[in-house]
């Protein structure tokens, strides 16, 4: 069986048509399921727990990057302590706004994603661990007075203006040199620096580094999680044991 | 023998890049090639190659398999294989490799030693 996690903002007048077209095309595919919607007092986890548990074969998150992250949280938490239930997620993004992850797995949006569901081509992929939260693309965070600590053994410096990035599945540029991918059962840490306008001959640059264990304080920022979740430092991130299925695109840039 | 086109195929597959805004402290051990063109203070190792661009800046001891030195070291460097070191190198500590190439214009302050390929001939004290 399959089941539908819905966000709570898909059920707004606004994305009516849109989920009528996303309902129609899922019946006429033959993917009917059990639909579940998200409200406030909601647990998702405990949602997706008990869905598993009666047989569920696929979830499939219906919103944007935030249902898309709460959904594979629940799974991979379900699988620490159930690593053999490894159900395949699914992602239907409804509408543009905060949904640019979906690009990268090859899912279009709306109605057309039902398609790829259709398709079932599943892709087993790494996951980053920040504290207790997984993510699946990357954690970021300003350079401004943030400190970095790697495996115990040094730390970084950087005096200038930038973003740091931790990866797991790349959505940004990383340097040419650099392999990174989330079948590599690790993160990379990205530095980027911002290009000054006035100087031309400061043209900042990117850093790269390998690491098992790392440990970022920032005490004026907080990290953003796969573009939907602000967790205030310190943090510490490493790659998670738990791996998903993700029923990814044929177009997904990976 | 280790030409420039290798050089470059080196570090088409890099693991770690220090950036030209970058410092790092501590020991810095990595597995694959490793490419340098920030601060350094500490330790670097690498079982592969290292390259240290012409602004950076290293106050720390070296061991690689094969190195591309064009920057400031105040360390001593031991390399397991080929050591090329450009014009723009300023070294201050001992250099231990088995092949190496100095550059008319790179500075070097300390003792040099070859040896036959192997790291653990401690010949430099």
Redesign the interface.
């Known amino acids: 069986m399959h089941v539908y996690i819905y966000d709570s903002y898909v059920n707004d007048r606004k994305n009516q048509s849109i989920i009528s077209k996303i309902e129609t095309r899922i019946t006429d595919l033959g993917l009917g399921g059990k639909i579940i919607r998200i409200g406030m007092f909601n647990s998702i986890y405990n949602a997706i727990e008990n869905e598993i548990n009666k047989g569920a074969k696929t979830i499939i998150a219906v919103g944007n990057n935030n249902i898309f992250n709460q959904v594979i949280n629940s799974v991979a938490k379900f699988l620490t302590s159930t690593p053999k239930k490894n159900i395949p997620i699914g992602f239907i993004p409804v509408g543009k706004q905060n949904n640019e992850k979906a690009q990268f797995t090859g899912i279009p949006f709306n109605e057309e994603a039902c398609d790829i569901l259709s398709a079932r081509r599943i892709d087993l992929l790494d996951l980053g661990k920040i504290n207790n939260q997984y993510f699946l693309f990357e954690a970021k965070i300003p350079t401004k007075g943030t400190t970095i600590e790697i495996d115990k053994?040094?730390?970084?410096?950087?005096?200038?203006s930038?973003d740091i990035y931790i990866v797991n599945l790349p959505t940004i540029n990383m340097?040419?040199?650099?392999?990174s991918s989330a079948h590599d059962d690790c993160l990379e840490l990205l530095?980027n620096?911002n290009k000054s306008s006035f100087l031309l001959k400061d043209?900042?640059?990117?850093?790269?580094?390998?690491f098992k264990k790392l440990k970022i304080i920032n005490n004026s920022f907080p990290i953003t999680v796969d573009s939907s979740l602000k967790l205030p430092t310190p943090v510490e991130i490493e790659i998670a044991k738990e791996k998903i299925n993700l029923i990814v695109g044929k177009n997904r840039k990976f | 023998m280790f030409n420039k086109e290798n050089n470059e195929m080196s570090t088409k597959d890099a693991e770690t890049i220090i950036g030209p805004s970058i410092k790092v402290k501590g020991n810095f051990h990595g597995e694959g090639n490793i490419i340098i063109e920030g601060i350094v203070e500490g330790s670097v190792k690498t079982d592969k190659f290292l390259l240290i661009g012409n602004k950076s800046i290293i106050t720390a001891s070296i061991q690689a398999n094969d190195a591309k030195i064009g920057g400031e070291i105040k360390g001593n460097i031991k390399i397991n294989g080929y050591l090329e070191i450009t014009k723009t190198a300023k070294i201050f500590g001992d250099i231990e490799a088995s092949l190496i190439s100095i550059e008319k214009g790179a500075v070097i302050n300390g003792r040099c030693s070859m040896v036959a390929g192997n790291v653990k001939n401690d010949s430099i004290k």
């Open positions: 053994n040094f730390s970084i410096e950087i005096d200038k930038g340097p040419k040199e650099i392999n530095i620096i043209s900042g640059g990117q850093s790269v580094f390998n």
